[in-house]
């Protein structure tokens, strides 16, 4: 297994436009993260599934903000009328399941800098 | 609420020990993890308490205390490749989920 993967890696965009990434998870893990990280800050929740569940979404979200997991595998994040505040890194990590007697490591993607112009 | 506090930054030298603190006030945390992050790189997961007391992985070791909300990140035998980011991170549910970071210390190692 290749690790956890994210696509694209860079993205610029003029304000006001839609954006959607991907995040290929460790084939086994069924749970699956999103953060976002701005430049001397640590990662910011967003949202995480189990399977194909979305269980939690951050207050702070807007509504402009979506995520998906339509088969429980690769998930999407879309982003709508981006601006300039959105600019930042999204990471995507897995992790397996807490009962497994495992789950606390998260492994995370290389990330997808998003610029907002 | 829930927040976590570190160092923004330390400075050490090759060879020495280090040690980067976690304060952290929370309505209930499960435990706590310590991330590390290289510039442009992803965060990669170092170690996790669930418990009080002391965890070791090789030159890393980590430690906990509940009833003090405090956790601390102790690197021995410095290597300049660890220079880098660390982040404490505090799990608010009781079977893993989201993680809620500290904000980062920045390590530098000097020769």
């Known amino acids: 297994d290749t690790g956890v993967s994210q696509d694209p890696r860079h993205k610029i965009t003029k304000r006001g436009q839609n954006v959607t990434f991907r995040c290929d998870p460790i084939s086994e893990h069924n749970r699956l993260y999103w953060y976002r990280q701005t430049l001397g800050q640590g990662p910011e929740f967003l949202t995480y599934?189990?399977?194909?569940?979305?269980?939690?979404k951050s207050r702070l979200l807007s509504d402009r903000f979506s995520a998906e997991r339509p088969k429980g595998s690769f998930s999407t994040l879309e982003i709508q009328r981006t601006e300039q505040g959105d600019s930042a890194m999204y990471l995507c990590?897995?992790?397996?399941?807490?009962?497994?007697?495992?789950?606390?490591?998260?492994?995370f993607g290389p990330g997808t800098r998003l610029t907002v112009t | 609420g829930q927040s976590l506090e570190q160092p923004s930054e330390v400075t050490a030298v090759e060879g020495a020990i280090v040690q980067i603190n976690c304060t952290y006030q929370t309505s209930g945390f499960y435990g706590l993890s310590w991330y590390q992050q290289h510039d442009g790189g992803a965060p990669t997961f170092l170690s996790y308490n669930a418990l009080d007391g002391l965890e070791e992985t090789g030159r890393f070791s980590s430690f906990l205390s509940r009833s003090d909300s405090y956790g601390y990140l102790l690197l021995q035998e410095l290597q300049m490749k660890d220079s880098a980011s660390y982040f404490c991170?505090?799990?608010?549910?009781?079977?893993?989920?989201?993680?809620?970071f500290g904000q980062g210390t920045e390590l530098s190692v000097k020769p």
């Open positions: 991170a505090g799990a608010p549910g009781n079977q893993g989920g989201k993680l809620i």
């Open positions: 599934f189990q399977n194909e569940a979305q269980l939690e």
């Open positions: 990590a897995s992790s397996d399941d807490w009962d497994r007697g495992v789950g606390a490591e998260q492994y």
